[in-house]
């Protein structure tokens, strides 16, 4: 095996730019560089490159254009999400008392640390609700239970990017929604479907949400985003964080970013097109290499989120290997051929045991020896055996 050979096994962090991705943004930048909003030729089609990009944005999550708002990634969507709500619900109701949040013990930290901060500040009250450890995901009786009159949003991500555990989204969003119809007031719902785009369906309609966060690095895409919002400013509240000439319908002010808004918008065309491929292809490669992790390791991995009753992402596998004298980040360092991560890219190099990964009921010791293996579209069943070699060398040496 070339020492130079590298296999690349962190999609959950980041995706490499498709190349039909990577040629529209250079059509974009080369030929559309004009701003979109004035009224010359020039201009006009940098607009119809944008228009193009929410065209298949929304049908990569069934809704209408109308709903698709541009922004610079996940980050700033689950931000605007979270800042609209409360503070639709702070000028609009009279409480008596703080508006009330609804989260869980998964969520990334663009939701997790947004909703601390407001809490902070004395802006909400904020009730968050703990993942079974049974199966790994939160359940809508768990969630009810925490609602109140004054709950003004529910935030509950749709796939975790460490465990790659599917949350019953859907089931969630009815269960709220029967509630507030009985209680006579209205409850938004949120969810973070960064992880989840392009590894599964995703269908607004189904999940039943009112606002869901689009990351477009996480499927092959630039780094930007989207946030979709059902009916904005009329259905469902948007809060602008910005101020600025009007741009998105003033609810994300700023001159659009084409290039890379047309990277994001090739990048969900490609999910619309192959998604099925795609999902197929990534299973086949998780599952190889967790069977061949079994079998190289005998008796001494742990799969992290493996549930019988729960569904994952057809791409991720968090492992430890527990008879391992090495830690997960030694196990990194001493990798020759293998780019991974030990969890979220946020958090890489910590020395304390994955907050999610304790979150769904797994010991300190087996967290602190956990890999995150996420594979891609193009991953082989060479490039699994080359990792799992890798892998055993490495622990061999310790």
């Given amino acids: 095996m070339s020492r130079e050979r590298k296999v690349y096994l ?68 689950n931000n605007l999400a979270i800042h609209s709500a409360v503070e639709y619900y702070s000028s609009s109701r009279d409480f008596g008392r703080l508006p009330h949040v609804v989260t869980t013990n998964l969520e990334h930290d663009s939701v997790a640390l947004c909703v601390q901060a407001l ?31 004054n709950t003004v949003l529910v935030s509950v991500m749709m ?26 007031t209205r409850i938004l719902i949120h969810t973070d479907a960064a992880q989840a785009i392009g590894k599964i369906p995703v269908d607004v309609e189904d999940l039943g949400v009112d606002y869901l966060t689009i990351a477009g690095h996480k499927f092959y895409g630039p ?14 509240p948007i809060h602008a964080m910005l101020y600025g000439g009007g741009q998105e319908r003033n609810f994300r002010p700023g001159t659009e970013n084409t290039g890379m808004i047309a990277g994001l918008g090739k990048a969900a065309e490609l999910v619309c097109k192959n998604l099925d491929e795609y999902s197929r292809k990534m ?33 991720t596998c968090n492992v430890s290997f527990v008879d391992s004298r090495l830690g ?61 070699e890798d892998i055993r060398v490495a622990l061999t040496k310790q």
Wanted: aromatic share 4%.
């Fill in 10 to 77: 962190d999609c959950n962090a980041t995706t490499p730019l498709a190349e039909d991705v990577l040629r529209a943004i250079y059509s974009a930048l080369a030929d559309c560089w004009a701003n979109p909003s004035s009224s010359h030729n020039e201009g006009k089609k940098a607009k119809v490159v944008i228009d193009n990009a929410r065209h298949w944005v929304s049908k990569m999550i069934n809704s209408t254009e109308r709903d698709v708002i541009f922004t610079s990634g996940g980050t700033e969507s």
């Fill in 119 to 149: 809490k902070q500040k004395g802006c909400i009250d904020l009730s968050v609700v703990l993942a079974s450890h049974e199966d790994g995901t939160v359940h809508a009786e768990d969630i009810v239970a925490e609602l109140r009159p």
């Fill in 159 to 184: 796939a975790n990017n460490e465990t790659g555990i599917i949350q019953p989204v859907s089931e969630i969003a009815s269960a709220v929604k029967k509630w507030s119809t009985q209680q006579k």
């Fill in 223 to 236: 780094r930007t985003g989207a946030l979709y919002a059902r009916n904005p400013g009329v259905d469902t």
């Fill in 283 to 315: 299973v086949n490669s998780r599952d190889y290499l967790e069977s061949n992790l079994e079998e190289a390791f005998e008796g001494s991995v742990q799969f992290n989120g493996r549930f019988l009753t729960s569904r994952r992402l057809p791409n």
């Fill in 328 to 388: 997960g980040s030694q196990i990194l360092a001493s990798l020759q051929h293998t780019l991974a991560s030990n969890g979220s890219a946020c958090h890489e190099g910590a020395s304390r045991p994955s907050p999610i990964l304790s979150a769904i009921g797994v010991p300190e010791a087996i967290a602190l020896r956990a890999l995150r293996l996420s594979t891609g579209r193009q991953t082989t069943q060479d490039d699994i055996d080359c990792v799992v």
